[in-house]
């Protein structure tokens, strides 16, 4: 399944993401906006280059037409001279409220201060099917650079008309239309007197090259910065109305189970709101305590079905997989030239199996909602990545008109992909329908450990064929259950399978940072490493031979470079990289590990990433989310496992659930390639998914033991 | 249910409510006070941090009966007026932060630390803010944070010496 997007660029044909609502009807008379926002212009960006070329093709647009549909933008400079900016996207801690205000203060040439970001707000922003798969720099950068290089030119168009001059021979800066040779000078502001100007942009709106970005491309601290060292910023955790309640809900013993009775008196007694509706069992109480203990007051009856454990998971995976189905039916299937043959002339064959756990996301803010209901009419603040999906998930749950909600993200304590879903607004709105009252739910660690969604558990088994020479002839590679992203070889493989299978999850899975990229190259690049070692060749040189992507070739290289790739090591010590293509982007990763060959402790020393995503928009913010990608990334290399039984997570907190700490840092070092001849691209995920198997390859490297399953040392070396 | 009194960032605070309840619940719901977060409820990640006479406690497993009449400082009393604490300045300076939830735990943390040791060694660094999990993983830049903090305080810690 394969969905193109405005820029032409595929999206990810990931079946966890895929789960957008209709696209939303927006049908605002121009009217509308300033009367919301006051006079000035509103520069509107349309996802469908038709409909720009239609709407745009008059110029501006008459007084009292409807503006047109797909809008996915829009920009506002007012009177006031405030931009306003406003995108269905959301902050999750990736800093696009940063990036996306660079991007227009670039364009409209004015200070980055002065423009304002309205956020995932279902009913003051367009529609956005959500904040995931970095998609927000290849897409909603570009079309808010757009917008506000629109907006300049209407700027240069009105000056030009006052002054009578020729709109090509003004120069825009801080804030200012300059004509340089009458020394003219006017105020965006000063020319907005009044004016209520509505323009869409065109397909073909020329853009600043990146050559000549001033404010983008340059470093720029988080705009809002000064809140969050304050404490002032509000999470949705954090979110208050007046007569609030407190909100908990029943949690089931086991996964799937369903309510036989429940005995919820003492907890009526107690002056909590009871809600008893279906399998929701749920309390409002004026603080948390009254509402826990009201919880604990009540007796519920639970019936369930044995589940298995993460100790039978892999069989169950493969098994399941392929009772009942067509292996290639429901997943992605890719295969070219034949590989059967080429199999079976190859010099050497080697097959082998990989297999990745299910993992947490562990946001540090747990899931929050505050919801409110005015008559019929639901607001709900709520973090999440999809405020437009959550939206949806409302009108379905309570029977509601589009129009009837409102859902609002206040910037969240992240995501990782982690947080597309709307469980606790839904909680919420549930008991504040019954309470008459606005209600928080606030999700305990261990609710979201146990009640959100995992990293999806897969086995993966490689099948490859080699020349003696190192020339790869035939690629096999079946993955059951983790995903299809980045599951096609970017080697030169004349001859290959690829194939997806879907497999009916024992446990609740969804995105994460990467997806299934992480596994998939996990098993391709330990893989591609085996292969090296058994023909006695340098890992390097293997991938080199076998790989024709330039770009993929010079993170290879500048990242072995600045590794210093060939050196010799002393015992313990060990290298390994891994690579690969994602999202767009390029990345190869460099580790250092040191094994205690007594206590088995693995230890990894040092990262080196070579990355290269395009033009570079923000190169402090970039070494920022490769560092952070690079750190969660130990996480999942490492040590964390969810690990259940009979649908019961057991290691559910975390103080039993291992996240990277700071002891656990590597020295970490970025080479950055900046390609100005290309287009942007978001770099929240690619970074991480060279980190495993390079890990996993210094370990071999390091002990001659290769480790085939994430995570590689949840305790140590010596008992894994 | 008793009345406890509370000094928390120089203000006076009277809180009706059991001595067991956390001092967190007490910050975030009694008094509004939302700057500590909750991420764990059982002292593992730090992002609920607070000083309490100075030293660094997760409030989420402090009774707030436990701390009546000591010095509770939170994010919301560091700054003076509009004149940010040097440790958050160079959180802001370093940018070390993504989705910043750990912020204010990491910067309560720090400035734990600095009372106690003026110019703290990486290691030193590293092995008190362990407890303090940035999911985000900034790390890196939150150290180097803390190092540009703790070179920022120099100057005014030996010009006191001096006087």
Redesign the interface.
Known sequence: MRTKTNAGIPLEPERYELRAAAPYRFDLDRRDFFKFLGAGVVVVSVLKPAIVAQESGGGRQRRGESLPQQIDAWLHLGENGKVTAYSGKVE????IRTSLSQAVAEELRVPIDRIEMVMGDTQLTPFDMGTFGSRTTPTMNPQLRKAAAATREVLMGLAASQWKTDPQQLVASDGKIVDPKSNHSIQYAVLLKGQQITQSISADQPLTPATEWKVAGQ?A??VD??D????????P??Q?LPNML?GKVLRQPSFNATLVSADTKTAEQMGATVVLDGNFVGVAAP???AAEAAIAAIHAEWKSEPQISNKELFDFLRKDATQGKDPSGDGDHYETGSVDQAMSSADHRLQQTYTVSYIAH?????RAALANWDGDQLTVWTGTQRPFGVRGQLVEAFHLPEEKVRVLMP????G?GGKHTGETAIEAARLARAAKRPVKV?W???EEFSWAYFRPAGVIDVVSGVRGDGTITAWEFHNYNSGSAGIRTYYEVPNQRIVFHEVHSPLRQGSYRALAATANHFARESHMDELAHALKMDSLEFRLKNLKNERLRAVFEAAAKQFGWGKSKSPGQGFGMGGGYEKLGNIATFAEVNVDSKSGDVRVMRVVSGFECGAIVNP??LR??I??????GLGGALFEVIEFENGKILNG???QYR?????D?PA?ETVLLDRKDIPSVGAGECPMIGLAPAIANAIFDATGVRLRALPLVPNGLKAS | MSTIHLAINEKSYGVDTDPKTSLLTVLREHLDLTGSKYGCGEGQCGACTVLIDGKAQRSCITRVGSVAGKQITTIEGLAKGDRLHPVQQAFLDEDAMQCAYCTSGMIMSAVALLQKNAGPAEKEIIDFMDGNVCRCGTYPRIVRAIQRAAKAQAPAVAKGVSR
């Open positions: 999750v801690g990736q800093n470093p601290l988080k910065g000064r969050f060292v304050t404490g002032k910023h509000r999470y955790s954090d208050k407190y603080s948390t305590q562990v946001p540090l803010e747990p910037d969240t304590g992240s990782y606030v305990t660690r261990e402090d913010n920022n989310q560092e952070g990608s690079n750190v969660q907190r975390l103080s996240v990277p700490r700071f002891s840092l970490l």
